[in-house]
Structure formats: C-alpha cells, structure tokens
C-alpha cells in the first residue's frame, strides 16, 4: 500500500491534463451538456447505485459536480471524499460544499497515487476524467481505485463515447476532447482496463447522456 498527500497549495505532480480554469468550469460544462449538467451529474450517481450510509470517492471531482451529490445519496450516515490533482479545482469545490452545508474530504491528490488506505470505499466515481489520462496512468488508476475499494466495492466511470462519424458527436467531442491523450480516447476501452484490474460484472450501460456513456463494475468478494 502506498498513501501520498500533497500541499494543497500547490499542484499535485502527474501527466494527467489538468484544466486550469476552475472558476469558469461549471458554466463551461453547462453549455457542453446543453443546460443539463445537473441531469447528467444525477444520472452520474444514480448509476453508481449509492445507497445510504455507504463510502464513496471521487476521483478527479474537479469542482465537486458529482461529488456533492454523491454526498447527498449517502445522507449523514455515508461520507464521501474527493480529490484532484488541481488546487483551484479542490478550493471550488470545497466553496461549493460549504455554501451547500455539505461535508466533503476534498484533497489535492491524483488517482494514480491515491491518498487512502486499502479497502476504505464502498464505491469510487470518475466523471469525465479518464480521458485526461494517457493509457497508462489510466491502468494505473483502475488499480489504485481496486485497492481502496472494500470488497464487493463498485466502481462507476463516466466518460465520452468514441467519436462516431455524426458532424454533430464530433463536434462535441472536439469541445470535450481539449488535449492529446484524448484524442483516440472512447469509453468503450475501458471494460477491457477494468478486466485486466481484475474487475468483475463490466457492464457497459445502455444509458447515455449526449456522447457521455457509462461503465460500472464490481471489485469481486473475495
Ligand atoms: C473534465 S474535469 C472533470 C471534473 C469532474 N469529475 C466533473 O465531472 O465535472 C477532469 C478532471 O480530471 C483531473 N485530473 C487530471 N489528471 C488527473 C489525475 N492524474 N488524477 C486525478 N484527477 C486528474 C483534472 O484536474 C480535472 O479536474
């Protein structure tokens, strides 16, 4: 096991892209999902299926948009923790969580290197965040993630389909697609990731929202 915490003055270290304008994030994902972030954010939650009292992470929460949420699924009885490699991103999101009355362990930290001990989580979350990653911090990150899962934990990612040839999928694409790793980049390559992590019941779901699909899967019991 290996646990790292970083000042949450400064960024944490990765290869992963960071966004950089925080303060602009949530109305820029507004018009990206046509005026329907807070749908797909609790369609996001719905489908990591949190129930009451249960642990959640999520990993590259940016400003918290599934986070908070998640947090108010698992009521006062769950607790939920957040991290990002992007202080700006954690300081949003730690404002939004205060003005909400909502308690949320927000830290600077990068979902290769997670800041928790083994088994800690009932379910993690990655909304939107893998596409920030070249493959190999994204294999490195699934088994961060199965370490801090408890057994028979869940893991539900979110993120964008593959481009198809549609003027229209391509041009959000485009918009979300703001980097190189994400180039060749579609939730569909996932499962695959999530197998080799020794993930069980990979499911794909048949939900979408916009060019944003979903995979959840199990880590097994024993
Ligand atoms: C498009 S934002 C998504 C934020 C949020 N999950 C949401 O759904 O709105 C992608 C986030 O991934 C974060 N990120 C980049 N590299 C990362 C890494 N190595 N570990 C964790 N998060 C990372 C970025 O800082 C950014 O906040």
């Not at 915490?5 to 820029?28: I, N, R």
């Not at 918009?175 to 499911?203: C, N, S, T, Y």
Request: include cysteine.
């Amino acid at each position: 096991m290996h646990t790292h915490t970083h000042s949450p003055e400064s960024a944490a270290s990765t290869e992963g892209h960071l966004v950089k304008w925080a303060s602009f994030y949530d109305g820029l994902v507004n018009i990206m999902t046509l005026g329907q972030a807070r749908r797909l954010r609790f369609m996001t939650v719905n489908h990591a299926l949190l129930q009451s009292g249960e642990t959640a992470l999520d990993v590259g929460c940016g400003t918290g948009g599934v986070t908070i949420p998640a947090k108010q699924q698992v009521g006062n009885n769950g607790s939920v923790a957040g991290i990002d490699p992007d202080p700006e991103m954690i300081a949003a999101a730690r404002r939004k969580a205060q003005q909400a009355g909502i308690e949320i362990d927000f830290r600077v930290g990068v979902i290769e290197s997670l800041p928790f001990s083994d088994a800690t989580f009932n379910v993690v979350t990655s909304s939107l965040m893998m596409h920030h990653l070249p493959e190999h911090l994204q294999v490195e990150g699934l088994a961060e993630i199965w370490r801090v899962l408890k057994p028979g934990g869940r893991i539900l990612i979110a993120d964008v389909v593959r481009p198809s040839t549609s003027s229209f999928k391509r041009f959000f694409t485009s918009l979300l697609f703001h980097h190189g790793h994400g180039v060749q980049f579609g939730i569909e390559d996932l499962p695959k990731l999530m197998r080799q992590a020794g993930f069980e019941k990979v499911e794909q779901l048949d939900a979408r929202f916009l060019i944003i699909g979903f995979v959840r899967a199990s880590k097994p019991v024993v």
